[in-house]
DNA sequence: TCATGCTCGCGTCAAGGATG
DNA sequence: CATCCTTGACGCGAGCATGA
């Protein structure tokens, strides 16, 4: 399923919910009974009598598996749902007052749906079926699909050629050494310098200042390799993620030896480098995150439409059992 | 084999929320 | 209020399927 189905059926939720308040009749109540026990199962507890008031102030006793009402499986943002009613309510009450709130609590109804962590968690502490996505852990293997668990490796000391023949090592301390590959081996090795070379914290620093043996700086993301470096006007070089990680190669930033930018230029554009890698990186987590709301929701709408058809069997054959009784 | 359409993932920008 | 984080939107390229 793509994320724009997602979408609608939100919306679609939305606008149900207010049409739920506006007008419910008695075959929406029956409607939303069955909706309530689809979402009751899991709660185990034994067969109740429920008391369902009709708008007329008729009440009806409804027996067997109905519980209390929970959440719906789709569930837009809390305050979204509230909200909503509320509007609906106040339909027939005072208009003044209607015209400067409604614009207001349309603006909060239009705003920004909250991030995927804090929908997923809100799920989670609805259902402890759906599991919560923690702050900094890996999430790959916490959805309810199982997912293939990834193992850690670590690589001793990595050394790259590039396409141009040359050779690119990463010591233990974290420096990167070129040597160019000459006639006769290995030659002419450069070191790369790293301000934070040590990082015995991995992750705790994002971008890494490095600079070569000839002037050159270049930023090296600290979880991030150099595999190949391109010769010519323009030296390109490309980071490869980590061993550690599963994350995508991609080409990071290139250095031009041939203009050497001073100060407050050297600043921003190193501001800007930072910026967009840091971003680059948000948006690949971010499309993670998204992907695996995305799986979390499918599998929680396949278990409850599975509940949901227990539960219609098991209403049928009570219905049955209940009808030979009173023949 | 080639053109075309579709899907997917990526990088970037911009807007708005969160935080100190 | 400045800064950082999160995410929707957009454009792009790669990979794949399909039909001419």
Redesign the pocket.
């Given at each position: 399923m793509?994320m724009e189905s997602v979408e609608v059926q939100q919306g679609a939720e939305a606008a149900v919910t207010e049409t739920e308040t506006q007008h419910i009749t008695q075959a929406q109540i029956a409607t939303l009974a069955q909706m309530t026990m689809t979402s009751g199962l899991t709660s185990g507890t034994g067969p109740t009598v429920t008391l369902v008031q009709l708008p007329n102030g008729q009440t009806v006793q409804v027996h067997g598996v109905i519980q209390v009402a929970q959440p719906s499986v789709i569930q837009s943002p809390q305050i979204q749902t509230v909200q909503i009613s509320t509007i609906a309510e106040s339909e027939d009450s005072q208009e003044s007052v209607d015209s400067v709130t409604d614009s207001q609590k349309r603006r909060e109804i239009l705003?920004?749906?909250?991030?995927?962590?804090?929908i997923l968690n809100d799920l989670s502490s609805d259902a402890p079926a759906v599991p919560r996505i923690e702050e900094e852990k890996a999430e790959e293997d916490s959805c309810v699909a199982a997912t293939p668990s990834i193992t850690t490796v670590t690589m001793p000391t990595p050394i790259y050629q590039t396409s141009s023949g040359q050779y690119i090592a990463i010591t233990q301390g974290g420096a990167i050494q070129l040597a160019n590959n000459g006639t006769d081996g290995v030659q002419g090795i450069q070191t790369l310098t790293m301000s934070n070379a040590s990082a015995a914290q991995q992750g705790a620093t994002i971008l890494q200042y490095a600079q070569t043996s000839d002037g050159q700086q270049i930023l090296v993301p600290s979880n991030q390799v150099v595999v190949q470096a391109a010769s010519g006007d323009m030296q390109a070089y490309q980071f490869r993620t980590a061993p550690t990680s599963t994350?995508?190669p991609?080409?990071v930033m290139a250095s031009s030896p041939t203009l050497p930018i001073q100060g407050a230029t050297v600043e921003v554009t190193r501001k800007r480098v930072v910026r967009?890698?840091?971003?680059?990186e948000?948006?690949?987590?971010?499309?993670r995150?998204?992907?695996e709301y995305v799986k979390c929701v499918e599998n929680r709408v396949a278990i409850l439409e599975n509940q949901n058809k227990t539960l219609i069997e098991e209403l049928k054959a009570l219905k049955d059992l209940y009808c030979h009784k009173s023949e």
């Open positions: 793509r705003s920004r749906r909250p991030s995927y962590r804090k994350i995508a991609g080409v967009l890698m840091k971003n680059r948000a948006a690949r987590e971010c499309r995150k998204k992907k």
